[in-house]
């Protein structure tokens, strides 16, 4: 599986954003797509997971900013970033888990800088 992630940038702290995730095939067969983020010194941290049957996870720091959904028909997954704050400046990882897969798959990271 390929991931293509896009929709990285600069942002002044209160803007927004729109991230997407483009999988290589069906995002039906996933069990679990979503995104982490890794700030410099850190480790990679979850942002938000959804799963094949809607359901999805956020981390605190994001709860009520940050929505994660997808598009069948594109087979795409986005995270649309709201009310960004310096704290949020990352690169961000697009993330999948097949059904059936022993492990998951990673996308290429795309930054995200929050800075007035």
């Known amino acids: 599986v390929q991931l293509q992630a896009s929709g990285g940038g600069l942002v002044q702290p209160g803007g927004s954003l729109r991230l997407s995730c483009a999988a290589s095939r069906s995002i039906f067969s996933m069990n679990v797509m979503g995104w982490y983020r890794q700030a410099p010194g850190q480790q990679r941290e979850l942002v938000a997971a959804l799963s094949s049957g809607g359901s999805t996870n956020y981390a605190d720091p994001v709860k009520g900013r940050f929505t994660v959904s997808r598009d069948n028909a594109k087979n795409t997954v986005y995270l649309q970033m709201n009310s960004l704050k310096p704290e949020d400046t990352a690169v961000y990882y697009c993330?999948?888990?097949?059904?059936?897969?022993?492990?998951?798959?990673w996308g290429q990271g795309t930054q995200v800088t929050v800075s007035s």
């Open positions: 993330y999948c888990h097949p059904y059936g897969s022993i492990s998951g798959y």
